[in-house]
């Protein structure tokens, strides 16, 4: 066995290392000091993230285990792997159970509390019954279960309560189902205050409560009602071949996702194990799909929007948005950006810097062209309505649209049709090749601009995501981004790059070949090391030339979000890497790249993470940073992160998530502060 082979070993499988990332979020909400509210909704992501999860990855690892082509050790891994995912679930429901008991136990010393349909007063009660009159009659519409041969039409990731029915003097029961209307009237139905207490429901205790008269005109009869939701597979089954164009493929598939194959399940363990049985049955679970006996309530992602009754005080306190002073400035920024490179990184700064940006490009007469790539597009757009006032003032405006954005495909094929519409030439990318970049390109008489960003141009993101955005006139960045919008329009077209790192072009060699840079000025005794933050490493070339740099003595740190599959600290193999975690109030997006490179360092920021898919299988731009005050605040971004012990957790390979010890240090308020209270200018002249 080679030593590369041997240090192959060494790595956590990609969905695992996901599950250990997501048991981070989980920890958050058990942290005592976080607010309460952000603790429910802390619960909220983890539920969430776990739907998704389950729908995309859980659902390809069992279409692979199906597959014909995999030979039997191929199997055998991916088996191992669901069977892993389904342990690690269990064992983490039992500790989220728990989790969210704790937060709604002390959000009664707060005087809110939950109440069920039996803990009602009389003025409750009317209040429900007339709820259900004015609001919930029409939306409750049961399903008798032997009219269903399967759940196939059913809406998945839906609360629905199985109602078992008996009426008095009969013994034999009839079932329905109910789907919860939540998306109608929210999960959390605030009813009559008692006792002191701001009361909150549950929509399906509200249900529960109201069985009788949703079975009205029946003879009496009792009800028992159990929750049950399930997760389908939403890989999207886009005929490739079909003639249809990019826009109607993506529909279709977007439609097809209702029909896809259940590969999960979480009911109310108090339901009999005769409708458990019933309910596998018609969702025809498999043996590697995975059963959750849960409490009475599932779908916690709804704690994201738990409401707060007045309490702002159980939430974070609001960190207001800076709008950087060059974007406020009477100047034009467009020629600000001229005389000096500008930055945001938000949502630190004001998104409205990038808008500001925008707009006066839409109406400067000198402006001829405007190029972007969009990724996900906020709901209200000012990006698009930007776009489109450009395109109204007789600019050439080209959007870069990708289809293909997961579970944002309904909102972009919207926002499409509307440019199309108002003349703007809208490009659905490559086919086979996401477009992932995040590029603006303006071409300006006076000198052309871009901007290089780490996330979408999207307003809601930019709120609460971390992300920079560099704004450049350096003609040996600008030329190159153009040439990146060439390549999309006519990708079998040989392009080079010199200044940015693109994928599929050349970003993955060049990355290695940095790295080996670093491995050989360390090997030559040489200061060398490597800074990044990024969101996920699971390239196994990539892990295996990190191991090697280390092994030679390369200092390497990483701030990382979500999966990885490096090993720290293994010794003689990766006990020069330090890996940390971080999870916060902000969701940590920006990837960033520093090297040593000999005492020249070289700075990258952009839309890459260290996957397979990003660095063989998307468009994506990385570039480099030459502005003296964008790199300083980069290497202090990771180095308060590498710090932070309040939310810092080290990425040990297995899960144990634990914190980093030291003093209290809390990276995202130190950056917040920096940036809410920058330090005042030297003084000018005199002593």
């Not at 659902?59 to 995912?85: G, Y």
């Not at 800076?322 to 000096?340: A, C, H, N, Q, W």
């Not at 489109?388 to 293909?404: D, F, H, M, S």
Request: proline fraction near 4%; hydrophobic fraction near 35%.
């Amino acid at each position: 066995m080679t030593k590369t082979d041997k240090l192959k070993e060494y790595y956590v499988d990609r969905d695992v290392s996901w599950m250990y990332f997501n048991y981070r979020i989980l920890q958050e909400a058990e942290k005592e000091y976080v607010p309460l509210l952000e603790r429910l909704s802390f619960l909220g992501i983890y539920s969430n993230n776990l739907d998704e999860f389950f729908r995309v990855r859980v659902a390809s690892l069992n279409r692979i285990v199906e597959s014909e082509d995999l030979t039997k050790k191929m199997r055998q891994n991916v088996k191992k792997s669901i069977k892993t995912i389904s342990a690690l679930t269990e064992k983490y429901n039992q500790e989220y159970t728990a989790a969210i008991s704790q937060v709604f136990k002390e959000l009664e010393q707060h005087n809110i509390r939950l109440l069920n349909e039996t803990q009602l007063n009389n003025e409750q009660k009317t209040w429900l019954r007339d709820f259900y009159y004015d609001k919930l009659n029409g939306s409750t519409n049961p399903i008798w279960l032997n009219e269903l041969k399967d759940f196939s039409t059913l809406e998945d990731n839906r609360i629905y309560l199985m109602v078992e029915t008996i009426e008095v003097g009969e013994k034999k029961p009839k079932y329905a189902i109910i789907k919860v209307p939540d998306k109608i009237y929210g999960r959390f139905i605030k009813i009559p205050s008692s006792e002191g207490f701001d009361n909150i429901m549950y929509l399906d205790d509200v249900i529960r409560y109201c069985l009788p008269i949703i079975f009205i005109g029946f003879n009496k009869s009792e009800f028992r009602a159990y929750s049950f939701k399930f997760t389908k597979d939403a890989e999207m089954e886009v005929d490739n071949d079909a003639d249809y164009g990019m826009m109607e493929r993506i529909a279709l598939g977007v439609s097809s996702r209702k029909h896809g194959e259940a590969l999960r399940v979480i009911y109310d363990r108090e339901m009999p194990r005769v409708l458990q049985k019933k309910i596998k049955a018609h969702l025809n679970i498999k043996e590697l799909d995975t059963t959750l006996s849960s409490e009475r309530y599932q779908n916690h992602k709804d704690l994201m929007n738990f409401p707060d009754c007045g309490h702002t005080d159980l939430r974070y306190p609001q960190w207001k948005q800076v709008m950087k002073p060059e974007f406020m400035s009477e100047d034009s920024i467009l020629d600000l950006i001229r005389e000096k490179d500008r930055f945001i990184h938000v949502p630190y700064h004001s998104f409205n810097g990038y808008i500001r940006l925008l707009r006066e490009a839409a109406l400067k007469p000198e402006v001829k062209e405007i190029k972007t790539t969009l990724y996900r597009l906020a709901k209200d757009s000012k990006v698009v309505e930007a776009l489109i006032c450009a395109a109204r003032n007789g600019k050439k405006v080209t959007a870069v649209v990708e289809l293909l954005a997961r579970f944002d495909e309904e909102s972009n094929i919207m926002w499409s049709k509307r440019m199309q519409e108002e003349g703007v030439n809208v490009i659905f990318g490559v086919e086979g090749l996401k477009v992932h970049s995040k590029l603006l390109y303006i071409k300006d008489r006076r000198g052309d601009i871009a901007c290089v960003g780490t996330g979408n141009f999207h307003e809601g993101n930019a709120k609460t995501y971390t992300d920079y955005m560099m704004m450049t006139a350096r003609q040996s960045i600008v030329s190159e981004v153009a040439k990146v919008f060439h390549f999309i329009e006519r990708p079998f077209q040989q392009v080079r790059f010199n200044q940015l790192l693109v994928s599929p072009n050349a970003m993955k060699r060049r990355i290695l070949r940095m790295l080996d840079i670093e491995i050989k000025n360390a090997q030559q005794g040489k200061e060398a090391w490597l800074k990044m933050k990024i969101n996920h490493i699971t390239d196994p070339d990539v892990v295996v030339k990190l191991y090697e740099a280390s092994r030679a003595g390369v200092k390497i740190d990483i701030v990382i979000r979500g999966n990885c599959s490096l090993i720290p600290g293994i010794p003689g193999v990766s006990d020069n890497i330090k890996a940390i975690g971080l999870i916060d109030r902000y969701l940590e997006h920006s990837r960033i790249l520093i090297f040593c490179n000999g005492g020249r360092n070289k700075y990258y920021i952009g839309s890459a993470d260290w996957m397979p898919r990003n660095l063989l299988n998307r468009i994506e731009v990385m570039a480099p940073v030459f502005d003296d005050d964008l790199k300083a605040d980069l290497m202090r971004t990771i180095d308060l992160g590498l710090a932070d012990t309040a939310n810092g957790r080290i990425v040990d390979g297995y899960g144990k998530n634990e914190l980093q010890s030291g003093p209290y240090m809390r990276s995202q308020e130190e950056i917040r502060k920096d940036i809410a209270s920058p330090p005042a200018p030297p003084p000018q002249g005199g002593e």
